[in-house]
């Protein structure tokens, strides 16, 4: 059988593989996406887990970080003007409950959040004023360098060494969350809110070099953190849409076995059917970067070492248990309205309780005690028969337990979720079993098995520690989407900016194009 023949091969449907096919296939190149699943997305879907008409989000809620993105404030690839995608804006994004029944309310106004703060501290209130100035300022620098290539580590520390603004910033990436919020802010309270957004790079906020999110809690005010009508998935069926009205071409149930290379460069993949797909000018890799290195590349292909480099990559220090429900009628919290209408509500211990739980992730203790929960059609109807609703429920969990490794999770997964639902049902009234039409659960080993590029259950692909961020992810000297072998590039999780839906595929679809001399700045018009 004659291999099939495209300009561009991209191994992984996720969004930002679909973000670089769009692009590229924008610029005129022949594009083909190979997915391994039944449907595109990645971690960026929407699914009926649990009964007919509801409409559920496996992975992904929330599209924070992509709002700030060209693709979307821009409109880039026409997703929002030609496609289809609309995101809702809520305007109180989420609401932390603390043992005492306080209440902190961020909304996407400042003024109105410093009149929660106020509640709790009013000293905190005014600090928290100064503090959004502040990370606004870092927030401008950090949002470029998120959606284009990073520099190298050696030229970023030494442009922002230059200058007072550059240092402090300096300071800020090698500190911990924690640090920052000390700095700060008097209240526990506040401290526990902000390192809990900061946690959301699945390390704990006491680890250094976490101080660098705490730019993007500014991004809540100023650009906001809105839901896609429909659910997550809106956004990567926006991208598909796009994709194959610029001619490219999607084929699902297609895993990758492995990718050719000849005389040093890809040429194209080999599906496990035995099927050659060629590509004539590269090869993206959207999936894990060690699934590509480990198992679709042989190591004599590669430079000495190079396998046992990505070998020592680290995996995130922890992992989730999520749980989505069909219910009857909307959340109702013993907290009151304000609570209602906060799309995130998150559970949170006091300050050594708190981060006691992440210490013991480390070693393997799941925990029930810290959930994250929100009903989307409350928001958005649309996810759900006429009045029914659906429930996000979330809570941080290790992948390696210390009594049975992984494999425990099967004995454990309704146990643990158990403990979960009765957290919730303490400040959700309604929460119980003649509301919950139907439940689904998925612990950090089933997150495994669903998206094989979450190894180890690792929402990011590998962790966010400093020394896998920016131009070091996913290792040392290639941060910059390029590979050894020439033709492949890596876009995703796996590389700069990492976790969530980021829209990084744009960075990294710039230095492809470089390579193959297409002006990036023509085709998105400007």
Request: net charge neutral.
């Amino acid at each position: 059988m004659a291999a099939e023949k495209y300009d561009i091969v991209i191994i992984g449907g996720g969004h930002n593989g679909l973000l670089a096919a769009a692009y590229l296939a924008k610029a005129g190149l022949n594009v083909c996406v190979v997915e391994s699943q039944e449907k595109v997305g990645g971690g960026v879907r929407t699914e009926e887990l649990t009964l007919p008409g509801f409409k559920h989000d496996p992975a992904s809620v929330m599209h924070g970080t992509i709002s700030s993105n060209p693709v979307i404030h821009r409109d880039e690839l026409g997703l929002i003007s030609k496609y289809g995608l609309k995101y809702i804006y809520p305007e109180k994004e989420f609401a932390c409950i603390f043992p005492d029944h306080t209440t902190l309310v961020f909304e996407r106004n400042i003024d109105k959040t410093c009149e929660s703060i106020h509640k709790v501290s009013g000293r905190d209130a005014e600090a928290y004023r100064k503090f959004h100035k502040a990370t606004s300022q870092m927030l401008k620098v950090a949002s470029v360098a998120m959606f284009s290539p990073p520099p190298s580590w050696g030229a970023m520390v030494s442009l922002f060494d230059a200058s007072e603004e550059g240092r402090e910033f300096l300071r800020i990436i090698f500190s911990s969350a924690m640090d920052i919020v000390e700095d700060w802010f008097e209240s526990d309270q506040m401290k526990i809110a902000l390192t809990r957004f900061c946690s959301e790079m699945m390390i704990g906020p006491e680890e250094k070099g976490t101080g660098y999110a705490m730019f993007f809690v500014s991004s809540l005010h100023a650009w906001g953190w809105p839901l896609p009508v429909g659910g997550s998935g809106a956004l990567t069926e926006a991208l598909a849409r796009c994709l194959k009205d610029h001619g490219g071409t999607i084929k699902v149930l297609s895993p990758v076995e492995s990718v050719k290379v000849e005389s040093g460069e890809a040429k194209g993949v080999i599906l496990k059917t035995g099927e050659e797909i060629s590509a004539k000018k590269a090869v993206i890799s959207n999936v894990n970067v060690k699934q590509l290195f480990l198992n679709m590349l042989q190591s004599e292909k590669l430079p000495p070492d190079f396998q046992d480099k990505i070998r020592r990559l680290k995996p995130a220090t922890f992992s989730a248990l999520n749980q989505a429900m069909a219910l009857n009628e909307a959340p109702k919290y013993n907290i009151g309205e304000e609570v209602e209408k906060a799309f995130f509500v998150e559970i949170c211990p006091f300050k050594e309780d708190y981060l006691r739980i992440f210490d013991q992730f480390k070693y393997g203790v799941p925990n029930t005690d810290m959930p994250v929960m929100g009903s989307a059609t409350v928001f958005d109807p649309t996810r759900a028969p006429a009045g029914k609703h659906t429930y996000y429920l979330y809570h941080y969990e290790p992948y390696h337990l210390k009594q049975g490794g992984p494999a425990k999770w099967g004995e454990i997964r309704q146990e643990v979720a158990d403990g979960i639902l009765r957290t919730a049902q303490k400040y959700c009234t309604n929460l119980r079993e003649e509301n919950i039409l139907g439940r689904w659960i998925c612990s950090p080993l089933d997150i495994e098995r669903r998206n094989p590029a979450m190894q180890m259950g690792d929402l990011g692909h590998i962790g966010h520690f400093l020394t896998q961020s920016f131009s070091s992810r996913p290792i040392s000297g290639w941060g910059n989407y390029r590979t050894p072998v020439k033709g492949l590039y890596m876009c995703g999780a796996s590389t700069h900016p990492g976790i969530g839906v980021t829209g990084g595929g744009r960075a990294s679809v710039q230095v492809i194009m470089e390579d193959l001399g297409i002006d990036f700045r023509k085709v998105i018009g400007r």
